[in-house]
């Protein structure tokens, strides 16, 4: 009977990618240096430097709490596409060593080596040949752990990286060794009741873990600890998930000659997000925004997104997205083609929308409906994994686009100018003021809102700041006489 | 012209973010002549308020804001004295049966309480807003025709806002519509919620706080806008040009509104009086009869003139019927053998004494009537009466059957943020995490919004960063809410009694969290403002630890001593107090105590009574300690500053101790009333401004000089009784405390077991924790039994020379799983774990927890039983009669607790060390660093040095002192007393922690060895 070849894992690690990166980008050296990279999204901590964690500071921290921790930390935003296209190229080479790569997170990858170290006079040469690659390329270091699994990899990358070295490997059938000493905190979202029993029982370390049977294990910890107790024993089944994006959807129309008329330009629109409705709803899938780059005869390309509030393939909501992207078009020069793209999720984040769980409607049921939301949320962690469960990007509401106003005596609008078009205003139906965010540092924002309806009809939400300065509010819903002041 | 009508106070509770006196002084500042506030659900603020708004001589208009069962708000103003009292009933039925802070009130009580009220509709809350928001007018317009029907066309106004906030226009006009067609008045209001717009971040910040959410998270829970303010008339008639009516109407209504405040002293209740008698006479009687049952007495003549003294005022302050009523709280409480005595200022009072109110003669002990009662002070009458703790409850059940829900309520107290918790509270909302808060308040040296605001130490460790925006608001707005309410708490013992008119007619009350409670919605301060009288019913530990200890004695005995029969007397108790043996002892146990036993040495019961009244802050601060105690060694001579002060400081060797020598210096040198030196004191005592202790000092000056005394004799006396303040015991209620010291110091000399049993039982209690009881026990060879499942009791005992800890100090163990233990052991002994799990029906973690503290010993190693518990819950859930067949495996090898490790779990799972004292767990340590033991101190002399290891049990820092800090040290074998002077305490304040290795200096006084800290070093 020929022996069974054991399989191996390698983890490759890119600490602080985003930070590493910045510091690069930046040509500037971070390792002396509080740097904070922020998410664009939520302005809360992407990746910190060493420095600034050696401060506190903590990924997913708000930028307040930054500041509080280490007043003199750099905060750059980060620049997601920039990341992730290094990101990519980088997976790029490691998908020339193996056709899956399951990604763990930014920078950090696993893939499996089993057949390819054949290639190579040892596994190490391997690692260290991916190591001198990567860093020719983006002039990363990363750390690499090899092992017989996914776990024992990734620890060994860390460890790797906590010895300042590049790489560290462990020899088949000795994981559980290897992964003896190290504290039960190691295992990923250990639940605190077991670390409280475990403690009881003074048993401290992944070593002392892995000696109970299993069956002691599950009697006592219940199944759940199940593939806790395998990790610490080195074992570790779980299979290379390779990441794959979810499709775009693209499609590109060039018009027999060029058009001026914007109509027929919408109906074209329209009938492409009819078309991906058709498609998305087959797959079973919803996009969050569109984008579409309209050319027009003076050679000019012009970039335009929208996003939509709920997800959605219903063809109505993208027949209004494609609407707004006309709107916001500002081109004189006739149109001679354009692409637009989807961006199609997955179905289950349609599940996880987060603004009607919120609704300031339900304001007496908000601190239940919160507290239930943790909960859950800490379940789905606890059962599969800190990494299973991540935040929605809640989609920011469009800005305010400066327009200009005409005033009257008493200091309200009589005609509004955007794009170039002006609209005489008929009546203000509503008015308010709003103040927030003054607990921002010089961020306070105090307006005077108008609801107004234009000489056609139309609906539109103005208002003028602090400064004087008058803006399109976008945030009104299309079609409902509803609006939410925030 | 125009007042405001709609006004939400801090007393909104979170939902206001100014004072009734700051809304008062704005009004005054716009020049109205009237205003009202209209809190959540609550009277509150009304006293306050009113009085503020009557000295600024303004009208105070009293209404509140009441939440309907059905949804929405209603603003009710009370337009008379039978509006308010229904106002007053209608907040009581809002809150009743609902959670702590919330209220509804049911539609039907509304209409039986309508009468005298004025309502507005409320705004963006109200329920006619609400229909006009959701365009339903149909709806506005049936809920407005209800409205009017019930209170009358003339009695129900439609409230108008203009916060600019959306949609308000819309309400408006409905609003408007409503009016025309059903001729209902409009009125212009403002919901205001904080005085000047300046304010409105610290509402959004209190909004927050309340909903315990971040600011960042919080959205629409915030106001829209600053606009929620108090607008001038000149504002609001610009604001509301079109509609000038409803600006009229808000002075219309104010004009009508007559009613205010109920002035004290409540009606109280007329006790059950013999055939014959009136208050005034019974009460008479049942004092001579107090005077016969005492005596007898060699001056009887002057104890009866200061009876009928009393009796004089007593009647004349029509507080009668109040004596009669605490002498049957008392009667009630000996009674049932409840274990009580009056205490405070009520212990000048012979009538109190002769109603067995307090145990002091004040003839006797030189005490002062008026220092209670006086004719000039219209202060109410306030007795305090402490009970032992375990059966307060019974006293307090028995006042609320007595009188019932309507007459009777504890008075409430407002717990206010202080400066430590607001900045806890302002950090959260700010997104600050808990262990920055940790930090930051860990450095703050005070308690106070202006320390927080210039603190060195905060200055110090943080650095620029306290100059940071950030920063700067989250100091800010923690100080701004230093002195504001938070949250309704319940005041320790006070309960307020009125029947005519019932008490929820002149104070709301509403439930306590604890169940068959009601609080009043005053609290103290109000109370005795507005001149209603309560009764203390208080709590003691110590007379519960006494009365257990009696129980024990005439168990063993079958004979209970009678404690008041003592005659305070025995030298016995002195000599014990003056070896320091006084761990456990009332009041004279603290450090500070005992360090000063070995140069007072007390001999005598007014001795005790001056020991406790000299460790207090009045006496350290005003420097008085040391000269006393040098005089009473005879090491100075007594002087007076004025031979005028000698008939009052003679017993004291010519220095200030108690209150009581305040009012009789201020007498005796200065020709104060008895009732003015009571304000004196009082004003010296609450840090009142400069401005009133200046007219005091003006007085007093004046006086003194008009008895020939020289000027700069009296301003030093004046100092004095300044630098002496309020942070002192009256001479009445040290000598209360001094007879409880003396009966548990005469227990600890008699029946030290059954003593410390007591205390065992009660904890906590006193100055220390559990262990170093039990270690005092050992010492006096007192053997204590650990915990056991077969034979524990359910709390701690003495049986057969042996003290047996009870199954209440396992961590967590329920009440309830205590009581089956208990019942299920008499039925048979547990026989395995599944056994005690299926019978005792313990939880996971009670029954863990008895494992680990050692309470099943009995049946295994203690891990090996956690590791069994598991099984043996799936065994104890199956049904009885189907067996179980273990499936034969191999044992779980776990490492079995070494001695060490079981007393350290025995110890973080009951609060004590049975088996050796837990200094042991640090043994080691003390060895290797050289520490010696307390039992060697006695062995070195005076000024040598020496490293001592051990637990730090107290550590105490009476304010005054000057930051010099007491510690108790404790090992096996005693327990010393550690100074550690303001150098040392700086350098080592982070060492001192429970283990420590202390090098010091050796000191004695007397035979009593104590030590002075060097250096400290934690372990």
Not at chain 2, 270 to 280: N, Q, R, S, V
Not at chain 2, 739 to 757: D, G, K, Q
Not at chain 2, 952 to 976: N, W, Y
């Amino acid at each position: 009977m020929p022996a069974v070849r054991s399989r191996r894992f390698l983890n490759l690690l890119v600490e602080h990618f985003p930070t590493r990166l910045e510091s690069i980008l930046h040509a500037r050296d971070i390792s002396n240096e509080p740097v904070v990279v922020l998410r664009s999204w939520d302005e809360c901590v992407l990746d910190a430097s060493p420095l600034a964690m050696a401060q506190g500071v903590k990924r997913g921290d708000s930028r307040r709490r930054v500041q509080q921790l280490c007043p003199k930390a750099v905060l750059l935003p980060a620049r997601d596409a920039v990341y992730q296209s290094h990101h990519d190229s980088l997976q790029a080479i490691l998908s020339q060593f193996a056709k899956a790569v399951e990604v763990t997170a930014l920078g950090d990858w696993i893939i499996e080596v089993s057949d390819l170290a054949r290639a190579y006079p040892s596994e190490k040469d391997l690692a260290l040949f991916l190591v001198a690659k990567i860093d020719q390329t983006i002039l990363l270091t990363p750390t690499i752990g090899v092992a017989a699994n996914k776990f024992t990899a990734a620890k060994a990358a860390r460890q790797a990286l906590e010895q300042n070295r590049r790489v560290m490997m462990v020899p088949p059938d000795k994981e559980r060794h290897f992964l003896a000493p190290l504290p039960l905190t190691a295992l990923p979202n250990p639940p605190a009741e077991l670390l409280r029993r475990l403690a009881m029982f003074d048993i401290t370390t992944l070593g002392e873990f892995a000696e109970f049977r299993h069956v002691d294990v599950i009697e006592q910890f219940g199944s759940d600890v199940v593939v806790l107790h395998d990790l610490a024993r080195g074992i570790d089944l779980r299979p290379l998930v390779p990441f794959t994006l979810p499709p775009s959807l693209v499609k590109t129309v060039d018009f027999d000659h060029p058009i001026k008329d914007s109509s027929i330009l919408l109906n074209n629109l329209e009938l492409v997000a009819a078309e991906f409705s058709v498609e998305l709803t087959a797959r079973d899938h919803y996009t969050a925004a569109l984008s579409a780059l309209i050319r027009t005869a003076d050679g000019v390309e012009h970039r335009l997104g929208t996003s939509l509030k709920s997800p959605s393939a219903d063809v109505k909501d993208l027949k209004l997205a494609v609407g707004r992207l006309v709107i916001d078009l500002k081109v004189k020069a006739a149109v001679v083609g354009f692409t637009l793209t989807a961006f199609p999720l997955r179905d289950w984040t349609q599940v996880a929308e987060q603004p009607s769980l919120f609704d300031a409607r339900f304001l007496d049921k908000f601190l239940e409906r919160r507290e239930q939301a943790k909960k859950a949320a800490h379940k789905v962690q606890l059962k599969f994994g800190e990494t299973m469960l991540r935040l929605a990007a809640t989609l920011d509401p469009p800005l305010p686009i400066p327009i200009e106003v005409e005033i009257s005596e008493a200091g309200v609008p009589i005609r509004l100018t955007w794009n170039d078009l002006s609209r005489k205003v008929n009546c203000i139906e509503k008015k308010w003021r709003d103040r927030h965010s003054w607990w921002r540092p010089g961020q306070l924002i105090r307006r005077r809102y108008y609801q107004v309806e234009a000489r056609e009809g139309e609906v539109y939400v103005v208002f003028q700041d602090q400064e004087g300065h008058w803006y399109l509010d976008r945030r009104r819903v299309f079609g409902e006489h509803v609006y939410r002041p925030s | 012209m125009y007042i405001a009508l709609h006004n939400h106070t801090y007393y909104s509770l979170l939902e206001g973010a100014s004072s009734p006196e700051a809304y008062v002084e704005q009004a005054v500042r716009f020049g109205m002549p009237a205003l009202a506030i209209t809190d959540r659900d609550a009277f509150y603020g009304v006293v306050p308020f009113s009085q503020a708004a009557t000295k600024a001589g303004i009208k105070p208009i009293l209404g509140a804001e009441i939440t309907l069962a059905k949804g929405g708000n209603l603003v009710l103003l009370a337009e008379t004295q039978l509006g308010y009292r229904n106002l007053s009933r209608i907040i009581t039925m809002a809150r009743a049966g609902q959670e702590k802070g919330t209220a509804a009130l049911p539609w039907q009580q509304l209409t039986d309480y309508s009468a005298g009220i004025i309502a507005l509709s409320s705004g963006r809350q109200g329920e006619i807003a609400r229909a006009l928001f959701h365009r339903d007018i149909d709806k506005a317009t049936q809920i407005a025709e209800r409205y009017a029907a019930l209170f009358g066309r003339n009695n129900f106004f439609l409230e108008l806002h203009r916060h600019h906030d959306y949609d308000n226009e819309h309400v408006t006009e409905g609003l408007k519509y409503l009016s025309e067609k059903l001729n209902l008045r409009l009125v212009a209001s403002g919901d205001v919620h904080y005085v000047s717009q300046e304010q409105a971040n610290l509402q959004d910040i209190l909004t927050c706080i309340r909903y315990r959410t971040p600011i960042e998270k919080a959205g629409a829970l915030l106001l829209p806008n600053d606009e929620f303010y108090l607008r001038s008339p000149a504002e609001m008639r610009d604001l509301f040009e079109d509609m000038p009516d409803a600006i009229q109407a808000s002075l219309d209504i104010a004009e009508r509104c007559q009613a205010h405040v109920p002035q004290g002293p409540q009606t109280f209740p007329k006790p059950p009086l013999p055939p014959g008698y009136h208050p005034e006479s019974y009460l008479r009687t049942l004092c001579y009869i107090g005077l016969k049952r005492k005596g007898p007495f060699p001056n009887l003549r002057r104890y009866e003139e200061l009876l009928e003294h009393e009796i004089k005022i007593i009647v004349e302050r029509n507080v009668t019927n109040y004596f009669l009523l605490v002498w049957d709280v008392v009667q009630f409480a000996h009674e049932k053998k409840i274990l009580c005595q009056g205490r405070g200022s009520a212990a000048n009072s012979l009538v109190a004494y002769l109603l067995d109110i307090t145990p002091i003669d004040p003839l006797a002990c030189g005490l002062v009537f008026e220092r209670f009662l006086s004719p000039e002070r219209q202060n109410p009458a306030d007795i305090d009466i402490d009970f032992a703790s375990n059966r307060r409850e019974e006293v307090i059940q028995y006042m609320y059957q007595r009188f019932g829900p309507d007459q009777i309520a504890m008075a409430c107290t407002f717990n206010t943020f202080g400066a430590r918790q607001a900045l806890r509270d302002v950090g959260k909302v700010f997104g600050f995490s808990k262990s920055q808060l940790d930090l930051i308040i860990d450095q703050l040296d005070t308690h106070s919004a202006e320390g927080l605001r210039h603190s060195p130490k905060l200055r110090e460790k943080f650095g620029d960063l306290l100059d940071s925006e950030t920063w700067q608001q989250l100091i800010e707005y923690s100080a701004a809410l230093d002195t504001y309410p938070k949250f309704l708490g319940i005041h320790v013992g006070g309960m307020v009694i009125a029947t005519r008119p019932p008490l929820v007619e002149s104070i709301p009350t509403e439930p306590a969290s604890m169940p068959d409670r009601s609080v009043t919605q005053w609290a103290k301060e109000q109370l005795e403002a507005a001149g209603y009288a309560k009764i203390d019913i208080l709590s003691l530990r110590t007379l519960a630890a006494i009365e257990d200890a009696l129980d024990l004695i005439e168990k063993k005995l079958g004979k209970r001593p009678n404690l008041r029969r003592l005659k305070y007397n025995d030298r016995r108790v002195y000599n014990m107090i003056c070896r320091g043996e006084t761990i456990g002892v009332f009041n004279i146990e603290s450090r500070a105590q005992a360090n000063l036993i070995p140069d007072y040495l007390p001999r005598n019961i007014a001795d005790i009574t001056r020991q406790i009244a000299l460790i207090r802050p009045g006496p350290i601060q005003a420097n008085m300690v040391h000269p006393y105690l040098a005089r009473r060694k005879g090491l100075a001579k007594v002087k007076y500053l004025h031979p005028l002060l000698e008939p009052a400081l003679k017993e004291t060797l010519g220095v200030i101790l108690f209150q009581e020598q305040v009012l009789m210096v201020a007498r005796d040198l200065a020709g104060f009333m008895p009732g003015e030196g009571e304000l004196l004191r009082r004003a010296l005592g609450s840090k009142r401004p400069d401005a009133e202790i200046e007219a005091f000092r003006e007085k007093f000056l004046a006086g003194a000089q008009a008895k020939n005394v020289p000027l700069p004799i009296a301003q030093k006396v004046f100092e004095q009784l300044k630098a002496f303040g309020g942070y002192s015991f009256s001479k009445a209620h040290a000598a209360a405390f001094a007879v409880i010291a003396y009966w548990s110091a005469w227990l600890r000399c008699y029946y030290p077991a059954e003593f410390f049993t007591g205390i065992l039982r009660n904890q906590p209690m006193g100055f220390y924790p559990a262990h170093t009881i039990v270690s005092e026990a050992k010492r006096f060879n007192i053997q204590v039994q650990n915990l056991d499942i077969r034979t524990s009791p359910r709390q701690t005992t003495f049986v057969d020379n042996v003290i047996i800890l009870g199954l209440d100090y396992v961590k967590d163990l329920s009440t309830e799983a205590i009581e089956r233990l208990e019942i299920e052991r008499i039925r048979q002994p547990f026989t395995s774990l599944e056994d005690l799990i299926r019978r005792a029906k313990l939880s996971r973690r009670e029954l863990e927890n008895t494992i680990m503290a050692g309470g099943l010993d009995y049946m295994g190693e203690r891990r090996d039983l956690l590791w069994e518990s598991i099984e043996a819950f799936y065994l104890a859930r199956r049904p009885h009669h189907l067996p179980f067949k273990k499936a034969p495996g191999q044992k779980v090898k776990l490492k079995p607790m070494t001695a060490m490790e079981k007393l350290r779990t025995s110890f973080a799972y009951t609060g004590v060390a049975v088996e050796q004292h837990i200094t042991a767990l640090r043994q080691d340590v003390f060895s290797a660093n050289g520490a010696r033991s307390t039992k060697d101190l006695s062995k070195l002399s005076t000024g040598s040095m020496v490293k001592v290891g051990g637990l730090i049990t107290i550590k105490q820092m009476p304010r005054g002192v000057k930051g010099v800090c007491f510690l108790a040290l404790e090992d096996a074998h005693s327990l010393v007393n550690v100074t550690v002077l303001v150098d040392i305490y700086d350098k080592y304040e982070e060492e001192i922690r429970a283990f420590a290795i202390i090098n010091a200096e050796v000191r004695r006084k007397g035979t009593t060895v104590y030590l002075k800290a060097k250096e400290i070093k934690a372990v």
